[in-house]
């Protein structure tokens, strides 16, 4: 059980276009999912929470006009990178939260490697 | 604000044998869960094994245990009979058990290497 899925597993785009990234989960229903960016060799850094029918909280320093987050259902928040440039390159990762036997976690979908040409 | 600390950037391992990578945490938050993640070469994030502080007896997963010493703030995860599968990026986190916020605070890491 707990089982996140991410799509695409990895994109090419040329500079200026826009990249959409889905993150589903499968077997439960998740009010809140996370995107990450991880650069090589570090951890993850969190972008923004996303919370099922509401705006998305997002960090300090991550552009929200550019990193388009919607969670428009309990299973699926999309992420959309707008303009992307060379610079948006990198490793993103999702996750939802579940609740299993009491304990709050999230769970990871397989990350998604975008590079930007 | 929560800090995670993994002093440990690399560890290696001989197969079969057991290792144990080192993580603390400062905090003033009283309830809170703590995980071990695992980023093997794919970079899927896999749960470990997680606790909850309030629970004094050590979490286990099979060959991965916990010592969970929360006066210390230490979490340290042990793993019993090392596997090649085990050859991974350790992520240590933290998460406030709190309505509405669920985040996780990330140490930086260890990547563990296990020699056949």
């Known amino acids: 059980g707990a089982v996140v899925s991410q799509h695409p597993s990895r994109v090419i785009c040329k500079s200026g276009t826009s990249v959409k990234i889905e993150c589903r989960s499968l077997d439960f229903q998740a009010t809140t999912m996370f995107w990450y960016r991880q650069f090589p060799k570090q951890s993850l850094m969190l972008m923004a929470t996303s919370n099922e029918g509401s705006k998305a909280t997002y960090e300090q320093g991550v552009e929200k006009d550019k990193f388009l987050i919607n969670h428009a259902s309990l299973t699926l928040s999309t992420l959309t990178v707008t303009s992307a440039h060379p610079e948006d390159s990198s490793f993103y990762i999702c996750?939802?939260?579940?609740?299993?036997?009491?304990?709050?976690?999230?769970?990871f979908g397989p990350g998604t490697r975008l590079t930007v040409l | 604000a929560q800090t995670v600390t993994q002093s440990q950037p690399e560890m290696s391992v001989q197969e079969a044998e057991t290792v144990t990578l080192s993580c603390t945490y400062d905090t003033s938050e009283n309830n809170y869960y703590l995980f071990w993640y695992k980023q093997p070469p794919s970079r899927q994030m896999i749960l470990v094994i997680r606790?909850?502080?309030?629970?004094?007896q050590n979490a286990t997963e099979n060959r991965f245990s916990v010592n969970f010493q929360k006066a210390a703030k230490s979490f340290s995860l042990k793993i019993s009979d090392s596997q090649l599968g085990d050859t991974a990026m350790y992520f240590c986190a933290f998460m406030k058990h709190s309505a509405g916020s669920y985040q996780l605070t990330f140490g930086k890491g260890t990547k563990l290497s296990v020699i056949p």
């Open positions: 996750s939802a939260r579940a609740r299993v036997g009491g304990t709050d976690t999230q769970y």
């Open positions: 606790q909850e502080a309030y629970k004094q």
